[in-house]
């Protein structure tokens, strides 16, 4: 009689294990008994926020781990069980709904053009108002680094993420986050390099080219980011980027396919120098030109529909 009492209590026990849930590993489940979490009902029932600070752990996972362990609970929902059986979500699509006054305006359309957000001086709080008006903008990853901070419990690692983001005809962005993940952080990045978008001016700038085709920068421009200092000067056409690797990537995606840089200061730290060069080509916007430096330079400020031709520039 007692055996058969005891058996019933061993699969109750069993049920309540937090080993019956997929993907959590030895290490997980230390980690979780560290923090007091025991059994599923514990799991279902723990804050994320304060369990990720306790195991280090992520929330993403804690919260897939959570929805598989509240699957296990008895009434359960028939949404819960989709993590447990793979599926995805319908949370994890995104819709842009606007909440700025800005935003409101370019979802409804009253507002087209990206040059007249810059006209009006407005700040961009949103990262869907590029995503609409400067659709299949390129990203490039600057710098992937680890950070950390030491506080009671231990040290915490965390990741600094720098992107920059352009359509290659006008329009450059950097922007710099920090996160527990690469991945979330990465997509931090991007989007907040996305509301730091600047036009940039480009023109022919350079005496030794008359082809009419912005391609370089209009006239020498300087940038500075801690000790780092960049210049960039015009070249004239079929020059090419003379410049390292890392101002290249920025170049590029600003639309600026000939130029002279110089460089001063300790350039080894590619934040600065990313920085440096990106503050010089948003400094072309400073310049105040008159209108014969800008039909003679043929100065354009941000995207440009139709490039003039070698051909088209001599005729001119």
């Known amino acids: 009689m007692t055996e058969n009492k005891e058996k019933p209590q061993d699969k109750e026990k069993d049920k309540s294990a937090l080993s019956d849930i997929k993907g959590l590993g030895e290490k997980s489940l230390s980690e979780l008994k560290d923090a007091s979490i025991t059994n599923i009902e514990e799991l279902a029932g723990a804050d994320l926020g304060d369990l990720a600070e306790k195991t280090g752990l992520s929330e993403k996972r804690l919260s897939e781990w959570q929805k598989r362990a509240k699957a296990k609970l008895p009434g359960v929902v028939e949404e819960e069980l989709t993590v447990s059986r793979g599926e995805i979500p319908d949370e994890e699509v995104v819709v842009w709904v606007p909440k700025t006054q800005l935003g409101k305006l370019v979802h409804s359309g009253q507002i087209n053009d990206i040059n007249e957000i810059f006209q009006r001086g407005e700040v961009i709080k949103e990262v869907g108002i590029i995503d609409k008006l400067l659709p299949g903008m390129s990203e490039e990853i600057i710098s992937v680094g680890r950070v950390q901070r030491v506080t009671d419990s231990g040290r915490r690692m965390r990741f600094r993420v720098v992107a920059a983001v352009g359509n290659g005809n006008g329009f450059i962005g950097i922007g710099e986050a920090k996160g527990k993940e690469a991945g979330p952080t990465i997509r931090k990045a991007i989007e907040r390099a996305k509301m730091c978008v600047n036009p940039v001016k480009r023109g022919c700038g350079s005496w030794e080219c008359g082809c009419g085709n912005p391609h ?66 948003v400094n072309t916007n400073r310049v105040k030109l008159k209108p014969d430096d800008v039909k003679n330079l043929n100065v354009v400020s941000g995207a440009v529909e139709k490039k003039i031709t070698l051909s088209e520039g001599n005729e001119q």
């Open 216 to 281: 370089t920068v209009p006239f020498k421009v300087i940038g500075k980011a801690g000790s780092v200092v960049v210049e960039l000067l015009p070249a004239p056409r079929g020059m090419g980027l003379a410049a390292g690797a890392l101002p290249r990537k920025l170049l590029a995606l600003a639309g600026v396919t000939d130029v002279w840089l110089r460089s001063y200061g300790f350039t080894r730290t590619n934040i600065n120098f990313a920085h440096a060069t990106y503050n010089a080509l």
